[in-house]
Nanobody, 119 residues
């Protein structure tokens, strides 16, 4: 089973950039599609971006298209979320998640990293 640890969150001004990282251990990283989700205060968790097992395919929530980029390094067992042109509405706790190739659901989650965008 895979364990996930996010890092890279923090406080940034609107218009700025941050790169989140999610390090995986305990499993065969390339057996998992990876996703980023976020939960803003008082709101439900929402999908942000996902990348396929070998990085060939990605998809994004409409709210982040053109601003965020998800990519992975299967040698370093890490998935990244590069966030640019950040807006105050991007403020949330960001979670990475892993979906085993034989599963329909994201079954493994990290503890989250907080991103705060000031206006």
């Amino acid at each position: 089973q895979v364990q996930l640890v996010e890092s890279g969150g923090g406080l940034v001004q609107a218009g700025g950039s941050l790169r989140l990282s999610c390090a995986a251990s305990g499993g065969t990283f390339s057996a998992y599609s990876m996703g980023w989700f976020r939960q803003a205060p008082g709101k439900e968790r929402e999908f942000v971006a996902a990348v396929s097992r070998f990085g060939r395919n990605t998809n994004y929530a409409d709210s982040v298209k053109g601003r965020f980029t998800i990519f992975r390094d299967n040698v370093k067992n890490t998935v990244y979320l590069q966030m640019s042109s950040l807006k105050p509405e991007d403020t949330a706790v960001y979670y990475c998640a892993a979906r085993w190739y034989g599963s329909d659901d994201y079954g493994y989650w990290g503890q989250g990293t907080r991103v705060t965008v000031s206006s």
